[in-house]
């Protein structure tokens, strides 16, 4: 019997790594700049957690989860976003002492039940950012502009990298605002209830505001002549958002105000966003996040507010790499080339496999890629090889270089050669290392 990976899990092949490390390395340089802080956290939690912070009548926990029994007879779920564990970390960690503020990010995977869509399996990995402290305009702001540097810091020297994403901006009010508009909703949506899908009727007592996010046709085009919430705003709400848009327009940070934009968790309050990217079709979003004021006092912790976002790391890689249907931004090749050992040994005689094998000792504590064949071959045949490899250098030890007291250096690229003298081994691979380096 054939055995394949399950529907909606993907195998990461070496290609897709570097890739997504070099994604991955980008973002942890920019979050370590904003004094972010990684963390792990489990990728199982109880599924009491995910019920009372992401809500018990919203998609991701009815549909989407992986839920099961264990042999404790405990529910458990693979997480299916990262904040809740995070809250639930600093809650058992007590970490509210002396917040600093507390500024947390981790990468690793999610998991969701939901059909597989482009950029988004039923497996994907999403670089999650959290900043908990008491917020305003300035720190909203500045954790939107910080999703944003991530995204172009690819693309820094790309002229054109502003038009690639587009920031949506919305405020979902406050538990003082919220509930008028719940209650003009409710009566709108009761009298186009026959119009909704049976999901959504479902919602109308349980959850209203979750029929705004439904992706059927029928109820979104009801959804678009709903009341919008940015007119029941109190005068907080107003001025708080206000502030926020007039940052942007003093940066110049270009955003489209989304009034119908709500995210698909329960916890948020006031300001909430996503980027979009272009080509990625239906399915565009590549960061989206929000302000969330009750949720570590709700699951059992002390009152303290926070923001955070999360980029989904396949859709981000599709957005600057492209994929089978989209050319990408950037030439992957380059990324790729990370893959190619940086030295190829060449071992012509016996003699000389012993010393091969102390110099990619030494080489590789220079941090270079080296490869060798413990074969006797012939200098075609190695140099074969090197080449199939994409090597950048050969380095070829024969007899005649060695007595000589030195070895040659092949450029497999440009296609020339030297000879390069050397005291011992040690110091013949830090000449090649700063070489190699200051040719690359």
Not at 102 to 112: A, D, E, H, I
Not at 307 to 325: H, Y
Request: glycine share 6%; proline share 4%; aromatic share 10%.
């Amino acid at each position: 019997m054939k055995i394949q990976a399950i529907r909606g899990f993907k195998d990461w092949l070496p290609e897709d790594f570097v890739k997504y490390e070099y994604l991955i390395e980008l973002a942890k340089g920019i979050l370590k700049t904003y004094n972010y802080k990684e963390i792990k956290i489990p990728i199982l939690e109880k599924t009491e957690l995910f019920v009372r912070s992401i809500g018990e009548f919203t998609d991701i926990v009815q549909k989407e989860t992986y839920t099961f029994q264990d042999r404790n007879k405990d529910f458990l779920t693979l997480r299916p976003e990262a904040t809740a564990g995070i809250c639930r970390m600093i809650i058992e960690k007590g970490l509210f002492v002396n917040p600093k503020p507390l500024k947390f990010f981790t990468v690793g995977p999610m998991f969701r039940h939901e059909r597989p869509q482009k950029g988004r399996l039923r497996e994907f990995f999403q670089i999650d950012v959290e900043l908990f402290t008491e917020l305003n305009p300035f720190l909203e702001a500045e954790i939107i502009f910080l999703a944003l540097e991530i995204l172009k810091a690819p693309l820094s020297f790309k002229n054109s990298n502003s038009e690639i994403y587009t920031l949506e901006l919305n405020s979902l009010g406050c538990p003082k605002c919220r509930p008028k508009y719940k209650e003009e909703l409710l009566k709108f949506l009761e009298k186009n209830k026959e119009n909704l899908c049976e999901t959504c009727k479902s919602r109308l007592k349980r959850n209203p505001l979750r029929i705004l996010d439904c992706k059927i046709e029928t109820c979104k085009k009801i959804v678009a002549k709903s009341p919008i919430i940015t007119e029941y705003l109190c005068e907080d709400c107003k001025n708080h958002f206000k502030n926020l848009k007039e940052i942007f327009d003093f940066m110049k940070i270009k955003y489209i105000e989304n009034p119908r934009l709500v995210r698909g968790l329960d916890y948020y309050v006031r300001t909430i966003f996503e980027i979009k990217a272009k080509g990625l079709g239906a399915q565009d979003t590549v960061a989206a996040g929000g302000r969330y004021d009750y949720l570590l006092e709700e699951l059992g912790g002390q009152h303290l507010p926070a923001i955070g976002f999360a980029i989904g790391l396949e859709r981000w890689a599709i957005s600057i790499f492209g994929d089978e249907e989209n050319k990408g931004i950037l030439d992957l090749d380059n990324i790729l080339d990370r893959l190619n050992p940086d030295i190829f040994i060449v071992l012509l005689g016996k003699k000389f496999l012993i010393k091969g094998f102390q110099l990619a000792a030494h080489l590789r504590k220079e941090d270079l890629r080296c490869e060798v064949t413990y074969e006797e071959k012939s200098l075609k045949s190695q140099l074969k090889n090197a080449d199939k490899l994409s090597a950048k250098y050969s380095l070829i030890l024969g007899e005649e270089e060695w007595e000589k007291g030195s070895v040659i250096l092949k450029n497999m690229r440009k296609g020339v050669q030297e000879n390069i003298d050397f005291k011992n081994l040690e110091d013949l691979a830090k000449k090649i290392s700063k070489k190699v380096k200051n040719e690359t």
